[in-house]
């Protein structure tokens, strides 16, 4: 099962953890875990490119945590 958990900070956005599989079908093949890791990537470019935030990312195993400096 994936989860996401999402951290705030004195009322803002902070952080943010993806981990697990969704186990749709199985890995390489699940259609979910490539929607939820699209996602995912999306929310990083889109700090970084948009916003012009450096957040602080890790990305191993399909699992990914994301923190703002």
């Given amino acids: 099962m994936t989860t996401a958990i999402f951290y705030c900070k004195n009322g803002l956005p902070a952080a943010f953890d993806i981990r697990g599989h969704t186990d749709y079908a199985d890995e390489g093949n699940d259609i979910v875990c ?20 450096c957040p602080i990312y890790t990305c191993q195993k399909g699992d990914v945590h994301c923190a703002l400096p």
Avoid: D, H, P, R
């Fill in 34 to 53: 490539a929607a939820i890791s699209a996602l995912a990537q999306a929310a990083l470019l889109g700090l970084t490119e948009v916003l012009g935030i």
